[in-house]
């Protein structure tokens, strides 16, 4: 089919902890094969790992390679203002030549906000804050002079200065169903996730990851979004070996899941077996839900790259 959106691959950035080892990463990465290079934002270790500032960071990355674009995966709009986002966003678009992809979201872990002496508002409140601050980005990223009243942020006839060529990619990061509307509506590429819960964690729930839920996930961004074309992206760990029932029979065992093989085999978040099953998979689920945008933490970099040169 000519609408069907070929597939791109990134990388999630979990190891690295000096420029020396982010710069030799975000070139493997290139030469592999792999679209983008991102990075979270977290101020502490758990549970991730230590960080470097996305922002600077990837400003590094970006300078050392070609075509590798760059990304946030993603920004907590809690911890910048729209505006200095926006500056600092068209500064790096404009380093990089046009590859950066600016991901943000809500903010949703309760103890990095309180040990950095934060306010963890009510989910409620942060989506509106958020949802302000895509209004303020797309349109400053845009080129336009702006103008926002709004409850959590005023801006008066302001531009953004350097205007990229063509506004950066805009990902939202999404589980609940008023985030994903809300994704639908502003974002360029939508990652879909499990939901943040009111106490400041990632859902757990076996649940989040069924077929039946992702499929309404995608059919809410799809609702809002209303014709306009939204990219589709999960984050993934894959596990590789020769028979895809044992490695799945393993994951459930791991993750605790007191289910059949055939249904973790049916996740849509999981891929498993040799690389060619799971490049059967991704056909599949991006004929079955639409997406086509997939990263994977550095540590499965080199072993999943035999599925990139596939797809």
Request: with cysteine.
């Amino acid at each position: 089919m000519n609408d069907v959106r070929p597939f791109r691959f990134g990388v999630a950035v979990e190891s690295a902890r000096t420029a020396r080892d982010l710069v030799a990463l975000a070139r493997r990465a290139e030469e592999l094969g792999y679209a983008t290079l991102t990075l979270r934002d977290h101020f502490v270790s758990e549970p991730f790992g230590d960080q470097l500032a996305p922002m600077v960071a990837l400003t590094a990355a970006a300078c050392a390679t070609r075509t590798l674009r760059v990304g946030t995966l993603v920004l907590a709009n809690d911890y910048r203002h729209p505006v200095v986002l926006a500056k600092e966003a068209a500064t790096l678009d404009e380093v990089s030549g046009g590859r950066f992809e600016l991901g943000v979201g809500a903010g949703w872990l309760r103890e990095e906000y309180e040990r950095a002496g934060m306010a963890f508002d009510a989910a409620g409140v942060r989506v509106d804050r958020l949802e302000e601050s895509l209004r303020l980005l797309r349109s400053l990223l845009d080129g336009r002079k702006t103008t926002l009243e709004g409850a959590h942020y005023r801006v008066r006839d302001l531009t953004v200065f350097p205007v990229p060529e063509r506004r950066p990619p805009i990902l939202v990061g999404a589980g609940s169903g008023r985030m994903l509307g809300l994704a639908g509506r502003y974002a360029d590429i939508v990652g879909i996730l499990p939901r943040a819960l009111p106490g400041g964690a990632i859902s757990e729930e076996v649940s989040e990851r069924l077929p039946d839920t992702i499929a309404r996930k995608v059919d809410r961004v799809r609702e809002a979004a209303d014709g306009r074309e939204v990219e589709l992206s999960m984050l993934v760990t894959p596990r590789f070996g020769p028979d895809p029932r044992r490695v799945a029979e393993r994951t459930a065992r791991e993750r605790g899941w007191d289910l059949p093989a055939d249904l973790v085999l049916d996740m849509p978040s999981q891929f498993v077996g040799p690389p060619g099953h799971i490049a059967e998979q991704m056909v599949a689920r991006r004929d079955r839900y639409g997406f086509s945008y997939y990263l994977v933490p550095d540590r499965r970099m080199e072993e999943f790259a035999q599925v990139v040169e596939l797809l």
